[in-house]
């Protein structure tokens, strides 16, 4: 099992020991799911960045990258040259999607997903209600965050805190797709 650093941009700001910041740095694991152990499918349907609707269910069929992410995030802000990266190693073999949870307009996260060539559509969820769909997974902490979703959309996956690499991720969503 590969270990990472786990932060969480949550809205901890004030709260002793985290020193001002938005974020509380922690630790944390990757955590593969097995087939037999993978929930329900998660149906999630919403607005994009640019207010169009926005599914998973579509999706379906190939494993699905989940980033969670807003724009002032410092660790969301590290691992997007990443997500980038596995993206396009993947191609149109994996979908990627993001969840934007705490930017309260869309100039913020657009300059963001513009600035680090992030093409791939985000939901826009600045009250975070998107994560409620995905119980036991993710929680209003969960930022960044990044879930793989199976064929089936069945979380598969999941990484509470920043990538620890573009390999890692890469080696993740290889397993999901071996594991059917």
Same mark, same amino acid.
């Given at each position: 099992?590969?270990?990472?650093?786990?932060?969480?941009?949550? %809205? #901890?700001?004030? =709260?002793? &020991?985290?020193?001002?910041?938005?974020? !509380?740095?922690? /630790?944390?694991? +990757?955590?593969?799911?097995?087939?037999?152990?993978?929930?329900?499918?998660?149906?999630?349907?919403?607005?994009?960045?640019?207010?169009?609707?926005? %599914? #998973?269910?579509? =999706?379906? &069929?190939?494993?699905?990258?989940?980033? !969670?992410?807003? /724009?002032?995030? +410092?660790?969301?802000?590290?691992?997007?040259?990443?997500?980038?990266?596995?993206?396009?190693?993947?191609?149109?073999?994996?979908?990627?999607?993001?969840?934007?949870?705490?930017?309260? &307009?869309?100039?913020?996260?657009?300059?963001?997903?513009?600035?680090?060539?992030?093409?791939?559509?985000?939901?826009?969820?600045?009250?975070?209600?998107?994560?409620?769909?995905?119980?036991?997974?993710?929680?209003?902490?969960?930022?960044?965050?990044?879930?793989?979703?199976?064929?089936?959309?069945?979380?598969?996956?999941?990484?509470?805190?920043?990538?620890?690499?573009?390999?890692?991720?890469?080696?993740?969503?290889?397993?999901?797709?071996?594991?059917?």
């Amino acid at each position: 099992m590969l270990l990472l650093s786990a932060s969480g941009c949550s %809205s #901890l700001h004030g =709260l002793k &020991g985290t020193e001002g910041k938005d974020y !509380v740095t922690g /630790s944390g694991v +990757p955590q593969e799911i097995a087939p037999a152990d993978r929930g329900a499918p998660v149906d999630f349907s919403g607005k994009d960045l640019d207010g169009k609707p926005l %599914s #998973l269910l579509p =999706l379906r &069929g190939k494993p699905t990258v989940i980033s !969670v992410w807003w /724009s002032d995030c +410092p660790p969301c802000r590290q691992e997007a040259p990443m997500l980038v990266g596995a993206h396009r190693q993947f191609g149109a073999r994996v979908n990627f999607v993001g969840i934007n949870v705490r930017d309260s &307009g869309t100039a913020a996260p657009k300059t963001f997903q513009h600035q680090f060539g992030i093409d791939w559509p985000s939901f826009y969820q600045p009250g975070g209600q998107a994560l409620l769909a995905f119980p036991g997974n993710l929680s209003a902490g969960s930022i960044p965050a990044t879930l793989v979703l199976d064929a089936q959309g069945r979380v598969a996956a999941r990484i509470i805190g920043p990538l620890p690499s573009q390999l890692t991720l890469v080696q993740i969503v290889r397993d999901v797709i071996k594991s059917g």
